[in-house]
């Protein structure tokens, strides 16, 4: 936020900046679930080392990067991926973990081409990620409580 503001993300902007990380992306992701790994044990189960997942998982930042202009359409797909990583054992704070691990990894691949404005939207496209897999949490929830009250 600026000035009380929400701040619109620069589409563009983390276009550009997905396309400095495409030749090397799943060596990329591969790289934050290895530091994830060391810096917070608990997530190595949800993370099992397998060659194909940091290629899978690369390929559905690119697919939210390519709807980022109509983001609505994935909402699904990331509601049924945090359904599946919350059955999984992942906790909140396990996605704000990955985050700061993407975002270091991305500064770092960027170098003095990482800006404060890239960080903020970066931030949130992650941020927005992470609120559509946990919301599919949040409605189960709630319809359980539905149910439980008729």
Request: overall charge neutral; aromatic content about 6%; glycine content about 6%.
């Given at each position: 936020?600026?000035?009380?503001?929400?701040?619109?993300?620069?589409?563009?902007?983390?276009?550009?900046?997905?396309?400095?990380?495409?030749?090397?992306?799943?060596?990329?992701?591969?790289?934050?679930?290895?530091?994830?790994?060391?810096?917070?044990?608990?997530?190595?189960?949800?993370?099992?080392?397998?060659?194909?997942?940091?290629?899978?998982?690369?390929?559905?930042?690119?697919?939210?990067?390519?709807h980022l202009h109509r983001y609505q359409v994935l909402e699904p797909a990331l509601a049924e991926a945090g359904r599946d990583a919350l059955r999984s054992g992942a906790r909140p704070q396990d996605f704000q973990a990955v985050r700061e691990e993407m975002i270091d990894a991305m500064a770092r691949l960027a170098g003095e081409d990482w800006t404060e404005d890239l960080d903020r939207d970066w931030r949130v496209v992650l941020d927005s990620i992470a609120g559509a897999m946990l919301a599919a949490d949040e409605s189960e929830q709630a319809a359980a409580e539905r149910r439980l009250a008729a």
């Amino acid at each position: 936020m600026q000035n009380g503001q929400h701040r619109r993300v620069n589409v563009r902007g983390v276009k550009r900046s997905f396309e400095w990380m495409r030749p090397c992306g799943p060596a990329l992701v591969a790289q934050v679930l290895r530091r994830l790994s060391d810096k917070h044990p608990q997530t190595r189960a949800l993370f099992p080392e397998q060659p194909e997942l940091s290629k899978r998982l690369f390929a559905t930042l690119d697919q939210v990067v390519g709807h980022l202009h109509r983001y609505q359409v994935l909402e699904p797909a990331l509601a049924e991926a945090g359904r599946d990583a919350l059955r999984s054992g992942a906790r909140p704070q396990d996605f704000q973990a990955v985050r700061e691990e993407m975002i270091d990894a991305m500064a770092r691949l960027a170098g003095e081409d990482w800006t404060e404005d890239l960080d903020r939207d970066w931030r949130v496209v992650l941020d927005s990620i992470a609120g559509a897999m946990l919301a599919a949490d949040e409605s189960e929830q709630a319809a359980a409580e539905r149910r439980l009250a008729a």
